[in-house]
C-alpha cells in the first residue's frame, strides 16, 4: 500500500497561554494520496491555516501524528525540519513573502543556494522563464506587480522540484484576472511534475478546481466530497 502524501491523525494544537489559550486543531485526521489536489476550505478562524502549517511543519501539533512524505515530523528537530521541507515541500503564501533587497533571480535562487546547490540561478532562472517572467530576472520585487510577485513566489516554490505544494490563499492579494493567471500556471505545474497539493481557500470554485474538496470548521474537519470539475490551462 502506498503510502500517503500526508497523514494526519488525531492532531490538537492549542495556541497562546493562559486565559488566552485556543484550541485550535481538535483532533484532526486527514489523508492525502501521492499526486492528488485538495482544497481545503472552511470560514475565518476554523483552522484551515493552522492546519496548513501544521502540514507543512511550520507549527508543531501537541499531540498526534503529523506525517508527510512518508516522514514523521515530530522526530525532526528544527534543522531537520527545515532541511525536509528544501527537499520535499513547496509554499506558496498569500502574502509574497519575497526578500525586497533582492532580485526576482535571486529570490527564487536563495532555497537552491541554502541547499548547496551549485547551478542555483541557471535553475532559477528557467523556473522565472516557465512562470513568464524570463524577462524580469533583474528586477526587485517592489518594480513588479502583485501578480508577478506571486509568480515570482511560485518559482521559489516549485524550483527545489518538491513532491508536496502547499498553497495558503495564493490569490488573496490579486484582482480576479491575474489571480485565475496564477492559479492556471499553479494546476498546470501540479500536473505536469505530479505533485501533491494542498490548498487552503475561502474560494469554493477555486477549491473545486482540486480532486477533493475538505472542510474543516471549529478545527475539527467537517466533511469531504469528490468534485469532478477541475480543469487545467497551461
Avoid: W
Wanted: glycine share 12%; aromatic share 2%.
Amino acid at each position: 500500500m502506498e503510502t500517503p502524501a500526508i497523514l494526519l491523525e488525531n492532531v490538537h494544537l492549542t495556541l497562546g497561554k493562559g486565559a488566552s489559550r485556543v484550541h485550535i486543531l481538535k483532533g484532526v485526521g486527514l489523508e492525502i494520496s501521492r499526486g492528488e489536489a485538495v482544497g481545503l476550505v472552511g470560514p475565518s478562524g476554523s483552522g484551515k491555516s493552522t492546519l496548513l502549517m501544521v502540514a507543512a511543519g511550520l507549527e508543531r501539533a501537541d499531540s498526534g501524528l503529523v506525517q508527510v512524505a512518508g516522514q514523521d515530523l515530530a522526530a525532526l528537530n528544527e534543522d531537520g525540519l527545515a532541511r525536509f521541507r528544501g527537499r520535499h515541500v513547496g509554499i506558496v503564501f498569500q502574502s509574497f513573502h519575497l526578500v525586497p533587497n533582492m532580485t526576482a533571480l535571486e529570490n527564487v535562487a536563495v532555497p537552491l543556494e541554502l541547499a548547496g546547490e551549485r547551478d542555483a540561478f541557471e535553475r532559477a532562472a528557467a523556473e522565472l522563464d516557465a512562470v513568464g517572467l524570463g524577462g524580469r530576472l533583474t528586477h526587485y520585487p517592489g518594480e513588479l506587480s502583485g501578480g508577478e510577485q506571486q509568480r515570482v513566489a511560485m518559482a521559489r516554490a516549485l524550483v527545489t522540484d518538491p513532491s508536496i505544494l502547499i498553497a495558503d490563499e495564493p490569490t488573496g492579494n490579486l484582482d480576479e484576472s491575474t489571480g485565475t493567471h496564477v492559479i492556471d500556471l499553479m494546476f498546470a505545474a501540479q500536473r505536469e511534475r505530479s505533485m501533491t497539493l494542498l490548498l487552503v481557500t475561502h474560494d469554493l470554485g477555486l477549491a473545486g478546481r482540486c480532486d477533493r474538496i475538505v472542510r474543516i470548521r471549529d478545527g475539527e474537519i467537517g466533511g469531504t466530497g469528490a468534485d469532478t470539475r477541475r480543469t487545467v490551462s497551461a
